[in-house]
């Protein structure tokens, strides 16, 4: 099928309102390569800004629930490898998108977060990658419901996480450290299926896998989707259940983040390299967002076709439709 979007007019932001935030966090200043100039504004290509929204810390990853009709976002805060407590989880009404709220904290209610980055939902269960620990969260009241230790299985920076058949949570492992002088490459790429009673299993691992970062589930083709965060050269590729080798179905000029795949089969991908937002539908490659700064781990909203890009340099959270004609 082809692709739903299409390219439109730029009508610029509807409106700016400010989040719950307070200041940038250091991690995100040290990572700012090749991300895009500072102040240069969005320009359309395939979708019409909705609305930013302001005042994040680290702004990583948004998930979309749209049984309550709320965005998740993950704020990292401090350093992206830091064991500092510092990290929360804020929520956005998507119906209103009149600001965000700290839904769950560190340091309050039994909540232990470092440095939240992706997430998914499974039933009442959100589950956050953190560092080195999956953690669950009631997605309605925000209690701790799990804390699974990957660290045993050698995790190094856990990335993304996604939910395939048979409740299946696959995560991935990025292999580098976000420190205070900046980005490290430890190596351990890795992506890890966690079932049953925490069972923790390697799916695959290995520097072919290119620093895997965002991830998703394709029901259609029954097969796991992954970019890769490489700086030089990333790409999509598919992995099926039980065999980890790689099929590459498109490449990129380095640094993909999220990854989201749409009812007819496209796939929008988040790019530091490039700062932008990419289509890759039917062999195409296309940018319907460009000029936004160290896009991370976006978010699809099924319910007005809306993807909401965290932008982790900048504190923000940008909310962009997607024309379906």
Not at 36 to 59: M, N
Not at 253 to 261: L, P, Q, S, Y
Request: proline share 6%; charged share 20%.
């Amino acid at each position: 099928m082809k692709s739903r979007i299409w390219p439109g007019r730029y009508d610029g932001p509807v409106r700016t309102v400010p989040g719950v935030g307070l200041a940038l966090p250091l991690a995100c200043l040290l990572l700012a390569a090749g991300c895009g100039r500072e102040g240069e504004s969005a320009q359309l290509t395939g979708a019409r800004k909705v609305i930013t929204l302001q005042g994040f810390q680290g702004p990583e990853s948004v998930r979309y629930d749209p049984d309550q009709d709320r965005w998740f976002v993950s704020n990292i805060v401090g350093t992206g490898s830091g064991k500092d407590g510092l990290g929360y989880i804020s929520r956005i009404d998507a119906g209103r998108l009149d600001g965000a709220e700290r839904f769950i904290e560190s340091g309050r209610n039994g909540v232990t977060l470092n440095a939240p980055k992706g997430m998914a939902l499974q039933g009442d269960t959100l589950w956050v990658a953190d560092i080195d620990v999956l953690r669950g969260f009631d997605r309605r009241t925000g209690s701790p419901l799990a804390a699974i230790d990957l660290s045993s299985a050698g995790a190094v920076l856990l990335n993304d996480v996604a939910i395939g058949p048979a409740g299946a949570v696959h995560v991935t492992d990025s292999g580098i450290e976000m420190t205070e002088i900046g980005v490290l490459y430890r190596g351990g790429d890795k992506i890890l299926s966690v079932g049953p009673g925490g069972a923790v299993s390697v799916v695959a691992r290995g520097p072919e896998l290119g620093r895997p970062n965002g991830i998703t589930w394709d029901p259609d083709e029954r097969r796991w989707l992954v970019v890769s965060f490489d700086p030089f050269g990333s790409e999509v590729y598919a992995i099926s259940p039980g065999n980890p080798a790689r099929t590459v179905l498109a490449r990129g000029k380095g640094h993909f983040d999220g990854v989201e795949r749409l009812p007819d089969g496209g796939l929008l991908v988040t790019s530091w390299s490039d700062s932008s937002l990419h289509l890759f539908s039917e062999g195409r490659d296309r940018q319907l967002v460009r000029h936004i700064w160290q896009p991370a781990d976006l978010g699809l909203g099924t319910r007005r076709q809306r993807v909401a890009i965290p932008l982790v340099l900048q504190g923000r959270v940008e909310i962009w439709d997607l024309p379906t004609h």
